[in-house]
């Protein structure tokens, strides 16, 4: 039962975004190519984040600077506004350097589906891994593997966690990305503003919303567990989407050449 449904949370994750960006190119009748440059906005902003963070962990290593708790906020924190600010970033450097003639408001809802759509399926192919990786794991004998007895404890038990987990809470990866999609979208058509209203403050409005969804997702998570979380980004998703219709209704006429 869990093989299944652990499967199913992965080829949801890849199977979503991209119908969603089939759907979304033939109805807008927008360019394949924003979906492209959307996922590659995405990758390019983890590119220089995540060697970021790798950096300042190496360098933090070790030593003790706030309690426990303290740090666990500031992690949550200082996690959410970088991701926030890189790939807000990207997504306006993308408009200003590169999609310089995509102003109109079907144009960022593609643009947004292509980012968020590729972290989708970054992580339904890690999930799927997972369930590989495990499922072999769980066919073997693992105190034959070479690794100290103390790895070999804390192996059984992430392999009996793995199989121990209530089956609808299997599935939590792939309604997530439904919520992040919405998010995602929203947040391109946010910075499209900075070029189409002239007023770079959408940028900041872009950063900080992104930030707080993340830090809602994580910090209700550990508060309140997944399903709680889930119920918060629900939340978020649906004022995202409303956010994103108004804009749609309020959207000044597209203007050519622009400098946010």
């Not at 190519?33 to 963070?53: D, E, H, N, T």
């Not at 997504?91 to 590169?98: I, P, T």
């Not at 034959?144 to 103390?150: F, K, N, Q, R, V």
């Not at 987990?165 to 900075?194: K, S």
Request: charged share 10%.
């Amino acid at each position: 039962m869990l093989t299944l449904t652990y499967s199913l949370n992965a080829l949801g994750m890849i199977g979503l975004p991209l119908t969603l960006g089939i759907v979304v190119v033939r109805r807008l009748k927008t360019r394949w190519s924003l979906l492209l440059w959307g996922a590659l906005a995405f990758i390019v902003s983890q590119g220089l984040r995540l060697p970021l963070l790798f950096g300042l962990t190496v360098l933090l290593q070790g030593r003790e600077l706030m309690s426990k708790e303290a740090a666990n906020v500031f992690n949550i924190v200082f996690l959410s506004v970088t991701a926030g600010l890189f790939e807000e970033g990207a997504r306006w450097l993308g408009y200003r350097f590169v999609l310089r003639d995509a102003r109109r408001w079907e144009e960022a809802v593609t643009f947004g589906a292509g980012h968020g759509g590729v972290e989708a399926i970054i992580f339904g192919g890690l999930a799927g891994l997972t369930v590989i990786n495990m499922v072999i794991l769980q066919s073997m004998d693992l105190t034959t593997l070479p690794m100290t007895a103390e790895q070999q404890t804390a192996l059984v038990a992430q392999v009996t966690a793995f199989w121990s987990t209530p089956w609808y809470l299997t599935m939590l990866g792939a309604v997530e990305r439904v919520f992040a999609l919405a998010l995602h979208i929203t947040l391109a058509a946010l910075v499209l503003q900075c070029f189409t209203r002239r007023n770079g403050l959408w940028l900041l409005a872009a950063i900080g919303w992104h930030a707080l969804a993340n830090i809602v997702g994580v910090g209700v998570a550990q508060a309140a567990g997944p399903l709680a979380s889930e119920g918060a980004l629900a939340i978020v998703a649906l004022i995202s989407l409303g956010l994103l219709f108004w804009l749609r209704r309020s959207a000044p006429r597209p203007l050519p050449e622009v400098v946010a």
